[in-house]
Structures are given as C-alpha cells and as structure tokens.
Nanobody, 126 residues
Framework: QVQLIVSGGGLVQAGGSLRLSCAVS????????MAWFRQAPGKEREFVAA????????YYADSVKDRFTISGDTAKNTVFLQMNSLNADHTALYYC???????????????????WGQGTQVTVSS
C-alpha cells in the first residue's frame, strides 16, 4: 500500500515562500511520476507541477513556471514543491499525487494518478 504524507503548508505573507513536502512510503514501482495539484475555494482541482522520478524531468503549469520548483530526494523518497513570490492567487489546498509509469494522457490529468496525499492548506495574506 502506497501512502503519501504531505507537509509544509501554512500562512505566509504575499511575496513570501513556502516549501511543501510529500513523503512516499510503501511499495512503489519504478518508474513513477509525482505531481502536485491544488484546489482553490470554489474552483476545480488543477495541475501545478510534475516530475518523472527516474529521469528528474519536470513539468509545470504555465501559471507557476517562474515561481515554483518541483524536486525530489531519492534517499528520502520525498518530493518537494518550492513556492516563491507567493500571492493571494496561490491560496489553495495543495495535494501530491503518484502514479506508476508515465501518465498516458499527460501530467495535468488528475485521473491519471493512482495515489493521493492529504491536502495541505496554503494561505497567502495580502
């Protein structure tokens, strides 16, 4: 059973930074894809960033490309989302997700992912 444990959310002022962590436990099969999604109040869940674990190739939503960085620590089996220059638009519940292999319909399709962590709230105050 795969479990994803998310941490690192919180309240931050506009212009600040946060780093989210997603620790993977349980039996996983290489290669796999890790991703971050978010859901703002009243909106649908949307793709933020993804990483192909075996190659470290990364993919981003256009809206976060210059501000957010996804990375991984293979020794700790943990994926991170470094978020810089935050503003109120980034306020959301952030989730990490995992799927074995590469998403056939692309990294942004949430239905491609088999495992989800609990959400962590990120609130940016202006």
């Amino acid at each position: 059973q795969v479990q994803l444990i998310v941490s690192g959310g919180g309240l931050v002022q506009a212009g600040g930074s946060l780093r989210l962590s997603c620790a993977v436990s349980g039996r996983t099969f290489m290669p796999y894809t890790m991703a971050w999604f978010r859901q703002a109040p009243g909106k649908e869940r949307e793709f933020v960033a993804a990483m192909r674990w075996s190659t470290a190739n990364t993919y981003y939503a256009d809206s976060v490309k210059d501000r957010f960085t996804i990375s991984g620590d293979t020794a700790k089996n943990t994926v991170f989302l470094q978020m810089n220059s935050l503003n109120a638009d980034h306020t959301a519940l952030y989730y990490c997700a995992l799927r074995a292999g590469w998403p056939r319909r692309g990294t942004a399709d949430e239905y491609e992912y088999d495992y989800w962590g609990q959400g962590t709230q990120v609130t940016v105050s202006s």
